[in-house]
């Protein structure tokens, strides 16, 4: 199965600042490379598909980009509700897998 | 409103059956893919299952199969998980997910989660 990588495991910074993390995959995904925002308590929420399309909804502040196996989610202008735990998944191949995730505090 | 809307976590013992249910609402349940996601602090965010929106296919982990059984009634909006042969590392949130419509993988709306503890 595809292993997902993420780092850094922590982040903490202030509003206003930017922010990149990064997602690197054991082998090729392409571009089915997903991110997903999760909050204490709440499932998690679709950010970006497809590697940098953002989702209905989501502020132009996140980015993503990357294909193959290096991938990275940018948020520029961290607010306060950014924090929360940032996860990647692939959907190339199955099993869908996920990454362990990144944790940003503000 | 698109809503998943998951239930039946309960406390169970090692070698015991549950089964989760999920009601859809605010969309087409039987043209989506629907899946199963369970997530524990340790091992993180799993994918379990997935069922075409016919509910001719399924698809299952490693780790479940031969033990859990994913179905759907398209006629009342609602996934099932039947867990059969629990085990404690089953233990863990389980949520249900839609799959985004002709994108493979894709889990664009997700339910809150049912909690499932295996313990004696």
């Known amino acids: 199965e595809v292993v997902l990588t993420q780092s850094p495991a922590t982040l903490s910074l202030s509003p206003g600042e930017r922010v990149t993390l990064s997602c690197r995959a054991s082998?090729?995904?392409?571009?089915?490379l997903v991110w997903y925002e999760q909050k204490p308590g709440q499932a998690p929420r679709l950010l970006i598909h497809?590697?940098?399309n953002r989702a209905a909804g989501i502020p132009a502040r996140f980015s993503g980009s990357g294909s193959g196996t290096d991938f990275t989610l940018t948020i520029n202008s961290l607010e306060p509700e950014d924090s929360a735990v940032y996860y990647c998944?692939?959907?190339?191949?199955?099993?869908?897998?996920f990454g362990g995730g990144t944790k940003v505090e503000i | 409103e698109v809503q998943l809307l998951e239930s039946g976590g309960d406390l169970v013992q090692p070698g015991g059956s549950l089964r989760l249910s999920c009601a859809a609402s605010?969309?087409?349940?039987?043209?989506?893919?629907m899946s199963w996601v369970r997530q524990t602090p340790e091992k993180g965010l799993e994918w379990v299952s997935s069922i075409t929106g016919p509910g001719t296919d399924t698809y299952y982990s490693d780790s479940v199969k031969g033990r859990f059984a994913i179905s759907r009634d398209n006629s009342m909006n609602t996934l099932y998980l039947q867990m059969n042969s629990l085990r404690a590392e089953d233990t863990a949130m389980y949520y249900c997910?839609?799959?985004?419509?002709?994108?493979?993988?894709?889990?664009?709306?997700w339910g809150q989660g049912t909690m499932v503890p295996v313990s004696s």
């Open positions: 998944q692939q959907r190339l191949h199955w099993p869908l897998t």
């Open positions: 497809d590697a940098s």
């Open positions: 997910a839609r799959g985004s419509s002709g994108t493979n993988g894709l889990l664009d709306v």
């Open positions: 082998q090729s995904v392409s571009s089915y």
């Open positions: 605010g969309f087409t349940f039987s043209s989506h893919t």
